[in-house]
């Protein structure tokens, strides 16, 4: 069974510029969650998709957006890129709501 | 606002001591999860704790779950190298938005 898959894993950005990130989430998974890792402020949870609706969102300013298609694959946007959205960003899915979501090996963004 | 605290940040250990990670968080929630993370690594699962009293053990790590004290523990016996990574505890607040603690960057020694 195919895992988490995110695409691009590393991307240089300018700042200003807009980058958008794929996550493909295991067969059968309806959720998907997006994370964003930092040094400074560790883990924290962006949003939260299921069957194509967010459910969920963190406190993250509107520059950030995401969506879900038919097939349960989600993107996530960045707009007006700035030095500090640089982070690793982590895409889980999920099944079961009583398991646990497993995740992606990331996307390694670094803005300059 | 919910806070999921974890202790020790750093943990240096000994191989073949025992030693306890503590994650405590602030509101009510019946699903708790521990992940692994080794450097420049994804998360992967290690447990999930759905109700209180809930234990669950995989070689030599033992999670436990006491909703009404809002803690979970991570046991560690007689640690191996092969155990150093940095582990998170996270709360799920509902429909898959977990909070997820510091971290504890554990490093086993000879």
């Known amino acids: 069974k195919a895992g988490v898959t995110q695409t691009p894993r590393y991307l240089i950005k300018t700042r200003g510029q807009q980058v958008t990130l794929s996550c493909s989430p295991i067969?059968?998974?309806?959720?998907v969650s997006w994370y964003q890792q930092t040094p400074g402020q560790g883990l924290q949870f962006l949003f939260e998709?299921?069957?194509?609706?967010?459910?969920n969102k963190g406190n993250f300013p509107g520059r950030f957006s995401g969506r879900q298609f038919s097939n349960s694959r989600s993107e996530m946007n960045v707009s007006t890129l700035e030095l500090g959205d640089s982070a690793l960003y982590l895409c889980?899915?999920?099944?079961?709501?009583?398991?646990?979501?497993?995740f992606g090996q990331g996307t390694r963004l670094t803005v300059v | 606002e919910l806070k999921v605290e974890q202790n020790p940040l750093f943990l240096s250990m000994q191989e073949g001591k025992n030693y306890t990670i503590y994650c405590n968080y602030s509101?009510?929630?019946?699903?708790l999860y521990w992940y692994r993370q080794d450097p420049g690594k994804s998360l992967e699962s290690l447990f999930v704790?759905?109700?209180?009293?809930a234990v669950k053990q995989e070689g030599r790590l033992m999670a436990s779950l006491d909703t009404k004290a809002r803690l979970s523990t991570l046991h560690i016996t007689a640690a191996v190298h092969d155990l150093s990574a940095t582990y998170f505890c996270?709360?799920?607040?509902?429909?898959?938005?977990?909070?997820f603690g510091a971290g504890t960057r554990l490093t086993v020694k000879p």
């Open positions: 889980a899915s999920s099944g079961d709501p009583r398991s646990s979501s497993f």
């Open positions: 067969s059968g998974h309806r959720s």
């Open positions: 998709y299921f069957s194509e609706t967010q459910r």
């Open positions: 509101t009510t929630s019946d699903r």
């Open positions: 704790l759905l109700s209180n009293g």
């Open positions: 996270a709360v799920d607040m509902t429909d898959n938005d977990m909070r």
